[in-house]
């Protein structure tokens, strides 16, 4: 027999418009998936351990929530008992309903509002192990845990720091009505349990019945008016709930599920606004951990276009300009990402999007034939802003009698880095067939760059049928295979790791085994990948100069705080930026194996001619 009360209908409604469009989205998502895309899903879908790591990441990401738990376990506690003990209810409270109904064709809404519908009797003492008694116990367990993290939840926007956040999101008008039925729904369900339990005697466990109990002696009201009230106000809060969730940030909540699945079946971010694009913006929980990450809040003070509310915007379909532009890409807040969203890839579609696809001429570039070589060493725009780079590693090739070509010498050819950073591909695009056609002419087996930004894109956009390495890596295989000897200068350096380098080409090892050869390495508060970025980021077009000053005397002050005696990066822009205002000297890579080669401490090279100015491609 199948019991019904009207009160069920707001809950059930929301549930099948809940349901409706999670189909329609995930419908929507799927299809518009490119051909190879489709594929690469069947496949996956088809595939036993790709199913079974869908799986895991799911339980160990979408429900306990591992990477918060990294961050600070009160935040992965708050989150895990949200989703994990509401999924336990769902779960525990649907084998309940069928062993009281005795069928396994219930309702929907039976689970839920169980409680109403059935009244036990007080359990007795020898009866506290009956099957019935062990699910009360069970249900008012996991409410409590539930509960448990609604009051940490509501703690942490005053007291976020607890949380190991220093900031929490803002919240607009719609947020706020969301958020308010989500920390309703447990309340109400409480209440509505416990009053019917007090009411009847029983059907409550450990936490309901005594809550009841004591409600029904102390409040003025019928008890059994009063908890039907709350058993109407439950059911209105999870139906409005359920109707404003696809709007909302709680989508990503079903939204994750499906990125989990389309990242095991090998589906990649693209390019262009796709419905991967899409199905990242709805996943982002704006949990507010990136707010924290990013230097230009917590060093610059420019707040409002983080990753978050970039994202948020870009879901609405309206970001203004200034949240696109302002913004290094470095990638700390990717990195960060609990859900793993490509932050920066999602930014960039954005900045296509602004662009004007104006035209650019490359005719004055030089195209003459380069030669032949083993090896092409491509210095980049920066390492040309910085001459005493590429002197460092030419000095170095000469020594370890390396057959190599210069290919910019006498003139930057950009990587087309920065374009594809302003959002134009297009010149970008022009720019890499032009170098691609000089590379090959060279017939290297070997391409070396001193700039991790042009390393990055070498490695991602050119598709060269060669071999890709940063000097960091190239000099460290030369020293591994006796091409050149290092003595030690017993000097105290800290390393900064370039965010192209780092976050971008996860290159962390190498220039540390390199420099620990030749110095005493100290660490420093932020390495590896949570490393920060010089402020000199070819990204950010809407900052002042002070603004990026105060970033590098920033990541500066935590980069010093042992007081080393030299500042080592491997990026010839970092240590450009990091001269105008460090109090020790700072040197790329290259030039401490260079100096740290018999022979050649203290030894000045002559530059070679080289224009004052790299070629400027971003007008």
């Not at 607009?172 to 920390?183: A, E, G, I, P, S």
């Not at 693209?270 to 507010?288: H, M």
Request: some cysteine.
């Amino acid at each position: 027999m199948i019991k019904f009360n009207l009160f069920v209908l707001p809950f059930s409604l929301g549930l099948i418009y809940i349901i409706a469009s999670i189909f329609r989205h995930y419908y929507r998502w799927i299809k518009t998936l490119p051909a190879v895309d489709k594929i690469k899903l069947s496949a996956g879908m088809r595939s036993p351990s790709k199913v079974m790591d869908s799986l895991k990441e799911i339980i160990l990401e979408s429900l306990i929530h591992r990477k918060l738990w990294k961050k600070n376990p009160l935040l992965g506690y708050m989150h895990m008992s949200f989703a994990l003990g509401w999924f336990l209810l769902i779960v525990v409270g649907n084998l309940e309903s069928r062993i009281y109904h005795g069928s396994h064709f219930n309702a929907p809404y039976y689970p839920i509002f169980l409680k109403f519908f059935i009244h036990d009797r007080l359990v007795l003492f020898f009866e506290v192990f009956s099957v019935p008694a062990f699910f009360r116990f069970i249900m008012d367990f996991l409410l409590l845990f539930v509960l448990s993290g609604l009051i940490l939840a509501i703690i942490k926007r005053r007291r976020s720091k607890w949380f190991g956040l220093n900031r929490t999101t803002g919240h607009n008008l719609f947020d706020r009505m969301v958020l308010t039925c989500l920390w309703l729904i447990f309340p109400m369900r409480l209440l509505a349990e416990s009053l019917t339990a007090g009411y009847f005697g029983g059907g409550g466990g450990f936490l309901t019945q005594n809550l009841g109990t004591l409600l029904v002696n102390i409040l003025p009201f019928p008890a059994e008016n009063t908890a039907y009230f709350f058993w109407w106000s439950y059911s209105v809060v999870l139906g409005l709930f359920f109707v404003m969730m696809p709007n909302s940030r709680y989508m990503h909540i079903p939204s994750e599920l499906l990125l989990i699945v389309f990242r095991h079946c090998g589906i990649q971010p693209k390019k262009w606004d796709s419905s991967y694009t899409a199905l990242e913006t709805y996943s982002c929980s704006r949990c507010g951990v990136c707010l924290d990450a990013c230097q230009l809040n917590f060093a610059a003070g420019i707040q409002k276009i983080q990753a978050v509310y970039f994202i948020r915007d870009q879901r609405d379909q309206f970001v203004p300009e200034d949240i696109t532009l302002t913004c290094m890409v470095c990638g700390r807040c990717q990195e960060i990402c609990p859900v793993g969203i490509h932050v920066d890839s999602v930014r960039l579609i954005k900045r296509r999007e602004l662009s004007s696809g104006q035209v650019s001429d490359f005719s004055f570039i030089s195209n003459r034939h380069p030669g032949y070589a083993e090896v092409v060493y491509f210095a980049g725009c920066m390492s040309h802003l910085t001459p005493s780079v590429p002197r460092a590693m030419e000095g170095i090739l000469k020594k370890a009698g390396v057959d190599y070509l210069f290919l910019d010498r006498n003139g930057s050819i950009c990587c087309g880095r920065p374009l594809m950073l302003a959002g134009k591909d297009k010149q970008a695009n022009e720019l890499l067939e032009f170098n691609k056609n000089l590379i090959r002419q060279t017939r290297a087996r070997l391409l070396v760059t001193s700039c991790p930004i042009c390393y990055k894109v070498f490695r991602e956009e050119y598709n060269l049928p060669i071999r890709i390495q940063h000097h960091s890596q190239f000099l460290l295989d030369l020293v591994k295979n006796g091409k050149i000897a290092l003595q030690s200068q017993h000097r105290k350096i800290v390393y900064h790791d370039p965010c192209d380098l780092g976050r971008g080409g996860n290159i962390y090892s190498a220039p540390r085994e390199l420099l620990g050869k030749i110095s005493d390495i100290v660490g420093c508060e932020h390495e590896n990948g949570d490393a920060l970025c010089c402020g000199g980021s070819l990204g950010l077009f809407r900052t002042s100069l002070s603004k990026r000053d105060e970033i590098t005397k920033n990541a500066l002050s935590s980069l010093l705080a042992r007081h080393p005696d030299l500042l080592v990066t491997a990026c010839p822009l970092c240590k450009k930026t990091f001269l105008r205002h460090s109090p020790v000297p700072v040197m790329d890579l290259a030039e401490m194996i260079y100096d740290s080669i018999p022979g050649n401490h203290g030894k000045q090279l002559k530059p070679a001619p080289l224009r004052q100015d790299p070629v400027s491609v971003m007008s």
